[in-house]
C-alpha cells in the first residue's frame, strides 16, 4: 500500500467548476506539502501545512491530522489551472531524516474552456 | 533571481557513459535532494543532504553518487548510465526541510540509449 495516495488519478472540469483533490496518508507526518507541475514543466510549491486551512487567490487547502486527510480545492478553476497536482508528506523520512517528502502519484487536472 | 538551478535541461548518454548533473542553490538553504520522476511512479528520493559534508541514501541511490562540498552546490554522478536511468531528475532545497518550504529546480529530462 502506497503511504501517499491521491485521487482521483485524472479530473476533467469544464472552465468556473469547484475543484477538489483529495490526498490520504498512513504515517505519522510533520507536514503536508502541496506542489503544482504544470506539462513539461518544474515543480511549484503552492501550499504547506501541518494543520487546519490555508488559502492563497482561488487556491484552498486542508488538512485533517485526526484523519490523515487533506483536500486541494480550486475555485472558479480556469484552463490555466491545467496541470498536475502532487501531494506530499514529511516526517516519515528515510534514513531517520524528518526533511524527507514522500509523495503521492499526482492527480492531472484538465480544465477546459 | 534567488532559486534553485539545475544544469542541464536535456542530456542523452550511451550506455556506460557517466556524467554529473547540476544542483545549485543560492537561498543558503540547508537540506538539499535529488528525485527522479518516471511516468505512473511519482517523485522518488535519490539522494540527500542536511547540510555542507553531510549525504546519505534515498529510496532509489543505486548507480547515482552524491558529494556536498559547499551549502550552495549538491551534484548527481551517474557512474556508468543504464536505460533504467531513463528519467526526469528533479533537485530541491529547503531551509531545513520537512517544516519548511521546499524550492525545487526546472528538471533534467534525461535518455539513455
Known amino acids: 500500500k502506497n503511504e501517499v495516495e491521491q485521487s482521483p488519478q485524472n479530473l476533467t472540469a469544464q472552465e468556473g467548476e469547484f475543484i477538489t483533490i483529495n490526498c490520504s496518508y498512513s504515517?505519522?507526518?510533520?507536514?503536508l506539502h502541496w506542489l503544482q507541475q504544470h506539462p513539461g514543466g518544474g515543480i511549484v510549491s503552492l501550499f504547506m501545512l501541518s494543520s487546519g486551512k490555508k488559502k492563497h487567490g482561488r487556491l484552498i487547502a486542508t488538512i485533517n491530522i485526526q484523519e490523515k486527510h487533506s483536500s486541494l480545492h480550486i475555485t472558479a478553476s480556469h484552463p490555466r489551472d491545467s496541470a498536475v497536482y502532487i501531494c506530499?508528506?514529511?516526517?516519515?523520512?528515510?534514513?531517520?531524516?524528518?526533511?524527507?517528502?514522500?509523495f503521492g502519484k499526482g492527480t492531472k487536472l484538465s480544465v477546459k474552456p | 533571481n534567488a532559486g534553485v538551478t539545475q544544469t542541464p535541461k536535456f542530456q542523452v548518454l550511451k550506455t556506460g557513459q557517466s556524467m554529473t548533473l547540476q544542483c545549485a542553490q543560492d537561498m543558503n538553504h540547508e537540506y538539499m535532494s535529488w528525485y527522479r520522476q518516471d511516468p505512473g511512479m511519482g517523485l522518488r528520493l535519490i539522494h540527500y543532504?542536511?547540510?555542507?559534508?553531510?549525504?546519505d541514501q534515498g529510496e532509489v541511490p543505486n548507480g547515482y553518487n552524491v558529494s556536498r562540498s559547499t551549502t550552495e552546490d549538491f551534484p548527481l554522478r551517474l557512474l556508468s548510465a543504464a536505460p533504467s536511468q531513463t528519467s526526469v531528475y528533479f533537485c530541491?532545497?529547503?531551509?531545513?526541510?520537512?517544516?519548511?518550504?521546499?524550492?525545487f529546480g526546472s528538471g533534467t529530462r534525461l535518455t539513455v540509449v
Open positions: 504515517v505519522g507526518i510533520s507536514a
Open positions: 530541491a532545497s529547503s531551509y531545513q526541510g520537512g517544516n519548511y518550504g521546499y524550492t
Open positions: 506530499a508528506v514529511s516526517g516519515g523520512g528515510y534514513g531517520g531524516s524528518q526533511g524527507n517528502l514522500i
Open positions: 543532504s542536511v547540510g555542507a559534508g553531510i549525504t
